[in-house]
Nanobody, 126 residues
């Protein structure tokens, strides 16, 4: 069973950067699609980015294209999210989610992912 644990959140000024990391255990990364979700205060959880089990496909929400980059380290079994040019709207809890699959498509739906981390708080404020 997939287990995921996020780290790297914190307080950052607008325009700053943070790097989130998702440590995956219970499975090799090439057996699962991994995604990052963002839940802003009072709003629903939304997909930010994902990477397929093949590592060949990634996807980004329009709001983060050009600012966020997802990457995978198979040796460490981690999936990172590099977040640059952070904005107030990026504030919220970021969750790592995963599902065992060979499906080479990034699914943005919350309900598709069977396993979730506990989340890490990101606050963008001056």
């Amino acid at each position: 069973q997939l287990q995921l644990e996020e780290s790297g959140g914190g307080l950052v000024q607008p325009g700053g950067s943070l790097r989130l990391s998702c440590k995956v255990s219970g499975s090799r990364l090439d057996h699962a699609n991994i995604a990052w979700f963002h839940q802003a205060p009072g709003k629903e959880r939304e997909a930010v980015s994902c990477i397929t089990s093949s590592g060949l496909k990634t996807k980004y929400a329009d709001s983060v294209k050009g600012r966020f980059t997802i990457s995978r380290d198979d040796a460490k079994n981690t999936v990172d999210l590099q977040m640059n040019s952070l904005q107030h709207e990026d504030t919220g809890v970021y969750y790592c989610a995963g599902r065992h699959t060979s499906f080479n498509f990034c699914n943005p739906n919350v309900t598709w992912y069977a396993h979730w981390g506990q989340g890490t708080q990101v606050t963008v404020s001056s």
